[in-house]
């Protein structure tokens, strides 16, 4: 970004310019501090480089090296956005939904001595309950595919899964199947 006086900002300048005095009032977590340390050593020499020739010209060319750190706006957000538009050939052409399980945080100790069965109960439970809906209100089998987290965006524990489910089903009739979207 530019300002009034032409001088251009990043955030990893930002952060150089304002880590110290902000870490004299604010703690970061581990994972926060690493992500700020990549970003503010991303394309310097901190993180070393590669020398590459054209393979046309023959001129050498000199990069730095990138962070690949996913919250970094160098390169993460231009990694994610690659990745993003390459899975759009897997899309049908219908409507998505996402919807979110979730247990109450009462159960954490629970889940820290059990965590394989409670994993497993919450996601066989969720399908099964998904799976039940679509029979029920589409009359055929919906899709979906499902993440676990085991913890929330302030890295706090907090078990859940993300489903992302078809707008729709496929209903079995005597001629085949048929898509159903929803009414």
Request: glycine share 6%; aromatic share 12%.
């Amino acid at each position: 970004m530019n300002n009034s006086q032409g001088l251009e900002y990043d955030v990893a300048e930002i952060f150089r310019r304002n880590i110290s005095e902000y870490k004299r009032t604010h703690r970061l977590s581990y994972e926060q501090s690493k992500a700020v340390s990549a970003i503010m050593d991303c394309r310097t020499p901190a993180l070393g480089g590669v020398l590459k020739a054209c393979a046309d010209c023959k001129r050498w060319e000199f990069h730095y090296k990138a962070c690949k750190n996913r919250h970094c706006p160098k390169c993460g957000a231009f990694e994610k956005a690659q990745w993003l538009e390459a899975q759009k050939v897997w899309l049908l052409p219908i409507h998505y939904y996402q919807v979110v399980f979730t247990i109450d945080h009462v159960f954490n100790l629970l889940v820290s001595f059990n965590t394989e069965l409670i994993y497993n109960l919450l996601i066989d439970v969720a399908a099964q309950l998904l799976k039940e809906f679509g029979q029920k209100y589409l009359g055929g089998e919906i899709g979906f595919t499902m993440v676990l987290h085991t913890w929330g965006q302030t890295m706090q524990e907090h078990l859940h899964l993300h489903f992302i489910i078809t707008g729709g089903a496929l209903v079995s009739s005597p001629t085949g199947y048929r898509w159903q979207a929803p009414l």
